[in-house]
């Protein structure tokens, strides 16, 4: 009793100094006196942490879906869900966890709370974001500075930006995390309802999830065609094809052995090496 009295005037005595202290500033944030450009970033706090894992792992949702809920990018959601049930896995099999470390580690860090929108307090209230979500990786076919002619009458599109650095390069709209933000955006600008952009929203997720279960189903029927023939070293695996996959030129990417022993057109005596027309 008396051990259980003094935690609770523990407790009680770190409530009032909290509530004593002044609000937090960017000061604050700098751990390190003689270097001033340095600042503490935020963490996830465990109640976001074990959110973003019950909506992925129990409830099903992507990693997609969860990041824009929680406003967390998708490789530290993918993280969280590993650490997460690798911890799980953890404490079943009976092992010690470092519960005081992580503790007075995560009190010394600014964390991004969990907005629970079940409480009665948080109705209506947005996640705080933790992070910019949306922000484009530099690629680096776009490192070069580039001047391109184009006509005073054409509409320069960042699809032609991106062919002009290379030819396969897709837009920024389709190559940032979420592309499905910006076409919400778009039809937010449109002047559709909420219920109309709802519809539409969940469409683009089902179109997505029928994708998903079409590659995985293709990636499960690839590896039944495979026959496996296991050794004491290693394992024999053999696949059926068909000399149809070569093509009629016998280049085709699908042909066994296309990568080996076929030369280049440009290495055969009489062949032309130089262009003969001009693309327009």
């Known amino acids: 009793m008396a051990a259980r009295r003094d935690e609770e005037k523990r407790a009680q005595d770190a409530k009032e100094e909290d509530a004593s202290l002044p609000p937090e500033t960017t000061e604050d944030l700098r751990p390190f006196p003689m270097n001033r450009h340095f600042r503490s970033q935020p963490v996830l706090s465990e109640q976001l942490r074990e959110a973003i894992y019950n909506r992925v792992a129990k409830d099903g949702a992507t990693v997609a879906l969860a990041s824009v809920e929680f406003g967390v990018s998708n490789e530290r959601v993918g993280a969280v869900v590993r650490l997460k049930q690798l911890e799980k896995e953890w404490v079943a099999q009976g092992k010690t966890m470092a519960l005081p470390y992580s503790k007075a580690v995560l009190n010394m860090l600014p964390q991004t709370p969990y907005i629970d929108p079940s409480l009665p307090e948080n109705r ?6 933790h992070e910019s979500i949306n ?25 032609d930006a991106g062919k002009a650095f290379q030819n396969d390069l897709l837009p920024a709209d389709d190559r940032i995390p979420h592309p499905e933000l910006v076409q919400a955006e778009r039809e937010l600008a449109a002047g559709l309802s909420h219920e109309e952009r709802l519809r539409l929203a969940e469409k683009r997720f089902a179109a997505i999830q029928e994708k998903k279960k079409a590659e995985e189903a293709q990636i499960q ?8 023939v296991p050794k004491r070293r290693w394992d024999f695996v053999f696949q059926d094809v068909s000399v149809e996959h070569a093509g009629k030129d016998g280049r085709g990417l699908k042909g066994v052995g296309w990568r080996y022993g076929f030369p280049h057109e ?15």
Do not use: M, N, Y
């Open 124 to 129: 209506g209230k947005r996640p705080i974001p």
């Open 135 to 159: 922000d484009l990786i530099v690629h680096p076919a776009t490192r070069q500075q580039l001047f391109v002619p184009v006509a005073e009458s054409r509409q320069f599109t960042r699809v």
């Open 221 to 228: 029927a690839e590896l039944a065609s495979l026959k496996t």
């Open 266 to 280: 440009d290495r055969k005596k009489g062949q032309v090496k130089i262009p003969t027309k001009i693309e327009a």
